[in-house]
């Protein structure tokens, strides 16, 4: 313990403590390698204490965070006594239309940077010598855990940086060894002493992009050197681009964190975890070098992948349960999309933060429910099987989050005619086609995703029994990637919380990306094909015209579209584009009694 007595009250004054106590700071990243120490503070003049920085605001002050105590720890601004280095440029308030942006003070930058590279993550010891009426406390900054450190006022009154405050006279050791040190700088003509005016080192600064696309086309998709200046939440920063200063906001691609909600004349309100995923982001990035990947723009917003040699924050986010995957960005994430899943699925799995309460979709289901091997026995329609069991049970699969083809607007359909949708709705036959050619009589491995509940009908939708979602696959290829790719099938869209969805989504949504690019199938713009079937299955008088017909042309192939019993079949014949019904000759099947 150590005590001090306060400044005029002589030794009778109760002394103040000094709380020492070392914390295991979050070690979820490798850019902390020993354990992070930070000692708690008191207020008040003559204050002592050890923390981190973060971050640098100026060359002449810094904020120290405190102890962290099941939360993101306090902060405290410490001001540098008796120097004065150059004000960073400021932008003009948005709410101030008469305000104009301030530029660099010559030396400022190369202040806060020289204060940034030695300070940023590191361990200091800091002393408060008084505070204004206004709050703002100023004192003295060491590297290290004691005040035998490097004195970093002193540091940067010697490179020239800073320099001795107006007025202040040298009355004490600690003054008299700054002005020293500045007439030192003086004579080598260091920093702000050497000649020029200093204007080399003011920054010309972007804070706006006319056209963020080009901008981010222009990049090539190449690392761009960069400094961390603010964590606005978990996933979005404001970098500083190097070296031609664009002051840009980047949203990390493909994920999304909590968020801090605000309303008109209401102060912040936090969701859930969300001051948590910030201080994460915050002490493993914020006034860090960096290097961004900018991959994409949004609605202007600029999405991008932030590198660092420690490892990369959005997977990190993920894998910490401090953030969820969004549908809509992750298709342009450049290090691959299945690793951010992998990420987002090992926090599930874990029910870490924001996934506390998840459920997984088949969490009911006994593992051999879950994957199987079956055999593909009927077609129904573009999305979905009939397979047998190895149990001889036969069981109605649908392919995970793909639409088959449909009608959309207004139909020219005949009104007085029966629709019928294997033949009416564009692409639905060659959808259908496909998965026959491809799964009939073979065995397929199916991967079960979600099980959807039976609905009720609505005006507009029609009641759905329960259905068994799954990813189909044969051969290493997935079925419903194929018929995507082919154009035969469109991606679902869900909500960002909903988890009931394919387990190879992204592969669908790219596959769907890939055909509307190469106009295959539905995103084709050439006329849709026009299936003009004949029925005749059902029509007696028809049937007898087309008999001769079919006689003379000898034997034809077919696909047996229905069964009615082991003798009576529904056929579709190709080549003459019927329907018709056949029966075997010289033989007659029992007819199955039909259920009530």
Not at 340 to 360: P, S, T
Not at 377 to 397: P, W
Not at 411 to 417: A, F, G, I, L, V
Request: some cysteine; overall charge positive.
């Amino acid at each position: 313990m150590a005590s001090a007595a306060a400044p005029g009250q002589g030794g009778s004054a109760p002394p103040l403590t000094v709380q020492r106590g070392i914390v295991k700071m979050l070690q979820l990243w490798a850019f902390a390698v020993e354990e992070e120490r930070v000692l708690g503070w008191q207020a008040g003049a003559n204050s002592y204490g050890i923390s981190r920085i973060s971050p640098v605001l100026s060359g002449c002050a810094i904020i120290v965070r405190g102890q962290p105590r099941g939360g993101p720890p306090p902060e405290r601004q410490i001001n540098l006594s008796n120097i004065r280095a150059g004000n960073l440029a400021r932008r003009a308030a948005a709410g101030q239309p008469d305000a104009k942006d301030t530029l660099d003070e010559p030396w400022g930058f190369p202040a806060r940077e020289f204060l940034r590279k030695k300070l940023i993550g590191k361990e200091v010891c800091f002393t408060v010598e008084y505070k204004t009426p206004q709050g703002r406390e100023y004192g003295m900054v060491y590297l290290g855990k004691d005040t035998s450190g490097e004195n970093i006022a002193e540091s940067l009154v010697a490179e020239g940086l800073a320099s001795r405050r107006e007025g202040i006279r040298a009355n004490n050791p600690e003054q008299s060894r700054l002005a020293e040190l500045e007439e030192q700088a003086r004579s080598a003509k260091k920093g702000m002493w050497s000649e020029g005016t200093g204007s080399h080192t003011i920054r010309d600064l972007k804070y706006t992009i006319e056209n963020p696309r080009h901008f981010v086309d222009s990049m090539h998709q190449k690392p761009v050197n960069a400094i961390i200046e603010h964590v606005r939440d978990g996933s979005v920063v404001r970098a500083l681009l190097l070296p031609d200063y664009y002051l840009v906001t980047v949203m990390l691609s493909g994920i999304k964190c909590p968020t801090f909600k605000r309303e008109a004349d209401a102060p912040e309100v936090p969701e859930p975890f969300a001051a948590e995923a910030k201080f994460f982001t915050e002490s493993r990035l914020l006034q860090r070098d960096v290097q961004i990947v900018l991959e994409s723009c949004h609605n202007q917003n600029i999405l991008g992948t932030i590198l660092h040699p420690n490892g990369n924050i959005t997977e990190l986010l993920l894998k910490e349960g401090f953030a969820r995957c969004v549908d809509w960005s992750i298709a342009v994430y450049t290090r691959g999309a299945d690793k951010l899943r992998a990420a987002e699925r090992f926090a599930k799995e874990r029910k870490l933060r924001i996934w506390r309460d998840y459920v997984a979709p088949t969490a009911n289901l006994d593992q051999k429910d879950k994957q199987f091997v079956a055999k593909v026995m009927q077609v129904l329609n573009a999305d979905a099987i009939v397979v047998k069991l190895n149990s001889g049970d036969h069981k109605t699969i649908h392919l995970s989050s793909i639409r088959p083809p449909r009608l959309e607007g207004d139909s020219t359909q005949d009104k007085n005619r029966k629709l019928r949708p294997l033949y009416d709705i564009p692409y639905m036959f060659e959808a259908r086609e496909f998965l026959r050619k491809k799964l009939i009589g073979k065995k397929v491995n199916v991967t079960v995703d979600y099980i959807r509940p039976a609905s009720n009908a609505t005006e507009t939708v029609p009641a759905f029994s329960e259905r068994t979602c799954a990813t189909v696959s044969i051969g290493g290829i997935n079925i419903a990637e194929a018929l995507v790719s082919k154009g035969l099938a469109t991606v679902i869209r869900y909500r960002q919380d909903d988890d009931q969805r394919s387990s190879h989504y992204d592969e669908l949504l790219a596959a769907e990306a890939r055909a509307i690019k190469n106009g295959k199938g539905l995103h084709s713009k050439k006329e849709v094909p026009i299936h003009r079937v004949a029925d005749i299955s059902g029509d007696t008088q028809k049937a007898k015209q087309f008999l001769p017909f079919l006689q003379r042309a000898g034997r034809s192939e077919a696909v047996v579209e229905y069964v009615f019993s082991g003798s009576r079949l529904k056929l579709f014949m190709p080549k003459e584009t019927c329907l018709i019904t056949f029966l075997l000759a010289a033989c007659r099947a029992v007819v199955a009694t039909r259920s009530p």
